[in-house]
Antibody, heavy 120, light 107 residues
Framework: QVQLVQSGAEVKKPGASVKVSCRVS????TTWDIKWVRQVTGQEPE????????????GFAQKFRGRVTLTRNTSISTAYMELNSLRSEDTAVYYC?????????????WGQGTLVTVSS | DIQMTQSPSTLSASVGDRVTIACRAS??????LAWYQQKPGKAPKFLIY???SLESGVPSRFSGSGSGTDFTLTISSLQPDDFATYYC?????????FGQGTKVEVK
C-alpha cells in the first residue's frame, strides 16, 4: 500500500536550518510528484512547495521562495525539504503528500507529519 | 492565489443531524476540490476528491457536490466520530490552497 513516512520531530534555534525527510513506498517513486504543506497549530494547512521527482523541477509558495530547498534521493525513494533562517513563526507540523502524475492529481496520501519547533 | 472561504467557521450539531458545510473559491477551480477531516494532533484525513468522489473506506454518509466556485460537504446523519474540523482544498491552480476550516462541535 502507498505510504509516506516522515522523519521525527525537531527542535531548532532561530536562524538555524531544518531538513525533513519523506520516504515513500508502495509505488514507483518518480511517477508522482511530492507536495509539501505545513500547518501551524490552530490554522489551516498552508502550501510550501512541490517537486517533480523525475525531473527535479520545483515550485514554491511566494512566502517561502529563497528559504526552502527541495531535493530527493531516488535510490532510497526519499524526498527532502530544507527550511533555512528559521524563526518562531515557522513552528508548525510539516507534511509531505503525494500530488500529481502528469495531468492526474490525487492529494489523498499524506505523511504522518513532522513537528518542527523553533525556540531559543 | 485562489482564496477558499468556508462557512460557517463553527457548527454546533447533535448526533443524527444533517450537516452542511459550504466552501467558496475566489476563482473557478472546475471540479478539483477535495475535503479533509482533521482531529487534534492528527494529520488531515482525505474524504472526498474531484468534488464528489468518496475516498475508499469513507462512510457513505459523507457526500460532496458543487462546481466552479461553490461547493458543499454534507454529512447526512452525524455520528460521534464526525466531530472534528473540516477543510476544503482546491488543487486546480498552484499554489494549492485550503479553506480556513469548519469546526463541527457538540451542541
Amino acid at each position: 500500500q502507498v505510504q509516506l513516512v516522515q522523519s521525527g520531530a525537531e527542535v531548532k534555534k532561530p536562524g538555524a536550518s531544518v531538513k525533513v525527510s519523506c520516504r515513500v513506498s508502495g509505488y514507483t517513486f518518480t511517477t508522482w510528484d511530492i507536495k509539501w504543506v505545513r500547518q501551524v497549530t490552530g490554522q489551516e494547512p498552508e502550501w510550501v512547495g512541490w517537486m517533480d521527482l523525475k525531473t527535479g523541477d520545483t515550485g514554491f509558495a511566494q512566502k517561502f521562495r529563497g528559504r526552502v530547498t527541495l531535493t530527493r534521493n531516488t535510490s532510497i525513494s526519499t524526498a527532502y525539504m530544507e527550511l533555512n533562517s528559521l524563526r518562531s513563526e515557522d513552528t508548525a507540523v510539516y507534511y509531505c503528500a503525494r500530488g500529481c502524475s502528469g495531468a492526474t492529481c490525487y492529494p489523498g496520501y499524506w505523511g504522518q507529519g513532522t513537528l518542527v519547533t523553533v525556540s531559543s | 492565489d485562489i482564496q477558499m472561504t468556508q462557512s460557517p467557521s463553527t457548527l454546533s450539531a447533535s448526533v443524527g443531524d444533517r450537516v452542511t458545510i459550504a466552501c467558496r473559491a475566489s476563482q473557478n477551480v472546475n471540479k478539483w476540490l477535495a475535503w479533509y477531516q482533521q482531529k487534534p494532533g492528527k494529520a488531515p484525513k482525505f474524504l472526498i476528491y474531484q468534488t464528489s468522489s468518496l475516498e475508499s473506506g469513507v462512510p457513505s454518509r459523507f457526500s460532496g457536490s458543487g462546481s466552479g466556485t461553490d461547493f458543499t460537504l454534507t454529512i447526512s446523519s452525524l455520528q460521534p466520530d464526525d466531530f472534528a474540523t473540516y477543510y476544503c482544498q482546491q488543487y486546480n491552480h498552484y499554489p494549492w490552497t485550503f479553506g480556513q476550516g469548519t469546526k463541527v462541535e457538540v451542541k
